[in-house]
């Protein structure tokens, strides 16, 4: 695994909360535990890491106290360093004063954190897929293809 220092990984913590809202009345989508052991997040985390991408930033919306507890600084994923690593993207929209409404908000509302960061490819990703992905061959064919 090699570090690639031009991509940046983004996931949506709460992107898909209404859709099972007992589930997530107190929590968000990306802290729902899975297997007692993880959470609905460490998947997407990881393949992000195990593809080799360096920093990642988690957008959250609600109900996220139990999701920065689990993130901590990082270092699980090996994510704690000064120049990249973990981080944990606000809530709060610029467009209302209130929390984002859609994808494309929460995209606005970060945006120049994501102008500010060294990565020339965006990795997008939402916390409710338990799958193991690796982002090395679509990225390579993004790249070769010149779109």
Known sequence: MSINQNVLGLIFASIN????????????????????????????????????????GVITKSNYGSLLDHLGSGREWDLARKKGGLHLLPPFSQVGGGTYQGRLEALSNIWSFVEHTKAQYVVLANSDLVTTIDFTDALAQHQSSGA
Do not use: C, Q
């Open 17 to 56: 909360d209404s859709a099972v809202i007992d589930l997530t009345k107190l929590r968000t989508m990306g802290s729902i535990p899975y297997g007692g052991r993880y959470r609905m997040v460490d998947f997407p985390l990881s393949n992000m890491v195990n593809s080799g991408i360096s920093e990642v």
